[in-house]
Structure formats: structure tokens, C-alpha cells
């Protein structure tokens, strides 16, 4: 077998120096034999992997769930972030079970043949979560309500995977595929999620250290990286995540001033007697809404309890975050265990989803985010229409 014979190869040189862009699928027994081929006949100086360090630590430490807690997660507000990376674990692995390969194994036979090679590997990707945040910060409302959507859809999907999607995913980067699919109907997700990331991964390879590289790439980024051979790119800027601009921090004060001004009006027009109608509203609307669009996760009686105490405020006071109030209650009525990290890594099923009480929490959390959004604003047009009709 020779390089030049494989079409996921690409040879690219730069400065006098030979680069060599393997293209994989990510759930792709072929991709593994041929990452592993690539690197043995070539005996690069470094070997660099579409991967960033917390990545690259999930991938070569199964156990790193077992120390994972809950409660900082729910304090640091990363559950709609922990919660997305396991849907999109769960969909690899699913993946992974009908093809016979681990998700991620290409990157570990990369990671595993350069210290056979004696290669220095280099970890090229993005920071995961300056990813994701910039790709939120680059969304507008209604692409955020059409993630959420998907997102729930993805959650509580029941479809299997069937014998002839099985066979046309075995050579394609089904995870590449599935975001510049997501940019096709969401514009904005191209630049943050495909063309900084092209940009970020060819710079990091390009300066990678040793006269021969090898770079272990899903396939979907190729043909951008190549157009970014010789770009100036800036990848620290490209690291920043993005401070809530003034338009966003006005934004989640919006609703609640409409509330205020409601009251006020309210009030000056039927004095303590109409106060204290559209008082009842917002307290029923805020309560109810909140708690019933958290029910499908299933949560304990406690939180619907707590949630249905702090939604009222919270809509008024964005800060106080009902939501992770309730995730937060969950978690001390649930007290998931080490049993339950170390299961993170088998939930597949809707069943599985609930049954651990790391991923309950998760959803409840989720879903009391939603539920919290949806009725501040049901609860911000009852006092309008009550107004109105006065």
C-alpha cells in the first residue's frame, strides 16, 4: 500500500514541509485501517487529531465521567452544554453499535500509532466550548427556538437506525454532514461552526513542529482546510468567546419591563384592586406554565414545588434562574452516584435517559429552562390582554 493509493489522502506543502490531510469518517472501520496505514508507512514528525484537550481526554479516560459533579455543573450552568455532548455521544455510539466501531476510534488509532511512530501529537481543534458559544452568540432568537426544537426532537427521538443507513454511513463523516446540513437551514452556524473551525484546524497543522505531518481530519473539513493553506489566521481571536453584548443583556430585561409597565398601568388605572388581579395572573400563569412544561422530565414533587415558587420572580428578575433552582433541587432529591457517572457513557435509549439520575437532573433542568422561558413570556401577554380588556 502506498499514500498516494488512498482517495482520503490529501498531500499538501507548505514552506518546504509535507502535509498530509486524512479524511475519516468518524464511525468508519475503513477510516481506523487507514489512519493507522498512513501513519506506519509515513513515520511523520507529528501527528495532529480534529481534537481539543477535553475531547482528547474523554476519549482516552472512559472512567472521566466517575468524577464528574453534578452540582458544579448545575452552579457553572452547563447543563443544556453537558446535556447536548451526551445526545450527540449517544447518537455516535448508536452509530457506532450498528457498525461495529467505537466512536472516535480513527482519533485513537491516530493517537495510539503516533506514540508507536514516535510522532509528537498535536491536539489542532477548537476548545469545544468556544465553539459552542460562539455558534450560540452568532444565532438569533428564532434559530435558538429551532435548536431547542431539534434538540428536544433529538432527545426523545425512538427511530433506529435501519440496515441501509447503516451501509451509506460507513464511509461518510455522518457527524460533519449533520452540522453543514444544520448551516444550510441556520446561515449563521456556517461561520462559527464550519469556516472558523476549517481556519483553526489547517493553522494549527500548518505550524504543527517536524518536516512531516500527518493530520487526522473528518473528511467534511478537507476541501475548506485546503482553501486556508496559506491564510493568515489568528487563532487566539478565534478562541475568544464572546461577552453578551448590549443587545443581549437588554434583551432578557425586555420581557420583564413589559411586565413592570403592565403592573404600573394596572395599578394607576384600578388602583390596589387591578394590582392585585394581574398579581394572581402572573403568579397562576408563571407557576402553572413553568411546572407543567417541566412534567415530561419526569421530575420529583419538590422541584415543581420549588420551581413554581421562584418562576414568578424569576420572570421578573432574570438573575434569580428558576430553572437551575429546580435542577439543583432534583439533584439533592436524586443524589446521583458514582454508579450513575459511570452510566453516562451507556445512555442510549429514552429509557436509559431516565432511569439514570445524572441525565434526570440534566433533563429537568432542561426542561425547567424552557418551561421558565415559555411562561414568563405566556405570562407577560396575559397582563397585556388583561389590560386591554379593563
Not at 487507514?34 to 508507512?41: L, P, Q, S
Not at 475531547?55 to 466517575?66: E, G, I, S
Not at 428578575?317 to 453516562?344: F, Q, W, Y
Request: proline letters at 4%.
Amino acid at each position: 500500500m502506498h499514500v498516494g493509493s488512498l482517495d482520503c489522502v490529501t498531500h499538501l506543502t507548505y514552506q518546504g514541509r509535507d502535509i498530509y490531510l486524512v479524511g475519516t469518517a468518524h464511525v468508519s472501520q475503513r477510516s481506523v485501517d487507514d489512519v493507522g496505514r498512513v501513519i506506519d508507512e509515513l513515520r511523520p514528525d507529528t501527528v495532529c487529531v480534529e481534537l481539543d484537550a477535553s475531547r482528547h481526554q474523554a476519549l482516552v479516560d472512559p472512567k472521566r465521567w466517575r468524577s464528574l459533579d453534578i452540582f458544579q455543573v448545575i452552579r457553572e450552568r452547563r447543563v443544556s452544554f453537558l446535556l447536548s455532548s451526551l445526545v450527540l455521544s449517544s447518537y455516535q455510539r448508536r452509530l457506532g453499535e450498528k457498525l461495529g466501531v467505537r466512536p472516535g476510534a480513527e482519533m485513537l488509532a491516530a493517537i495510539e500509532h503516533a506514540a508507536s511512530a514516535g510522532a509528537r501529537l498535536v491536539l489542532a481543534d477548537r476548545d469545544i466550548q468556544a465553539t459552542l458559544k460562539r455558534t450560540w452568540a452568532a444565532l438569533s432568537l428564532w434559530d435558538c427556538a429551532q435548536l431547542v426544537g431539534t434538540f428536544i426532537g433529538s432527545v426523545f427521538a425512538k427511530g433506529e437506525i435501519t440496515k441501509e443507513q447503516v451501509e451509506a454511513l460507513k464511509d461518510r463523516d455522518t457527524i460533519s454532514e449533520l452540522v453543514r446540513e444544520f448551516a444550510e437551514v441556520m446561515p449563521r452556524l456556517q461561520r462559527p461552526l464550519i469556516d472558523e473551525r476549517d481556519r483553526f484546524l489547517m493553522s494549527s497543522i500548518r505550524d504543527a513542529p517536524g518536516q512531516t505531518v500527518v493530520a487526522v481530519v473528518g473528511a467534511g473539513h478537507v476541501g475548506g482546510m485546503v482553501g486556508y493553506l496559506d491564510a493568515e489566521v489568528d487563532r487566539q481571536a478565534l478562541s475568544e468567546i464572546p461577552g453578551p453584548s448590549l443587545v443581549s443583556k437588554a434583551r432578557r430585561w425586555v420581557l420583564p419591563g413589559i411586565a413592570v409597565a403592565a403592573f404600573y398601568r394596572g395599578f394607576a388605572e384600578r388602583g390596589l384592586p387591578g394590582l392585585s388581579e394581574l398579581g394572581v395572573a402572573w403568579l397562576l400563569c408563571t407557576a402553572l406554565i413553568a411546572s407543567l412544561l417541566t412534567l415530561p422530565a419526569r421530575p420529583k414533587l419538590l422541584t415543581l414545588l420549588a420551581l413554581a415558587v421562584a418562576s414568578p420572580f424569576g420572570a421578573l428578575l432574570p438573575p434569580i434562574a428558576p430553572a437551575m433552582l429546580a435542577a439543583h433541587v432534583e439533584a439533592l432529591a436524586r443524589r446521583p452516584d458514582v454508579s450513575d457517572g459511570e452510566g453516562l457513557s451507556r445512555v442510549s435509549s429514552l429509557k436509559d435517559w431516565y432511569a439514570n439520575r445524572f441525565t434526570r437532573v440534566l433533563l429537568v433542568g432542561f426542561a425547567a429552562t424552557v418551561g421558565s422561558v415559555l411562561a414568563a413570556a405566556a405570562a407577560t401577554f396575559c397582563l397585556l390582554v388583561l389590560n386591554l380588556v379593563r
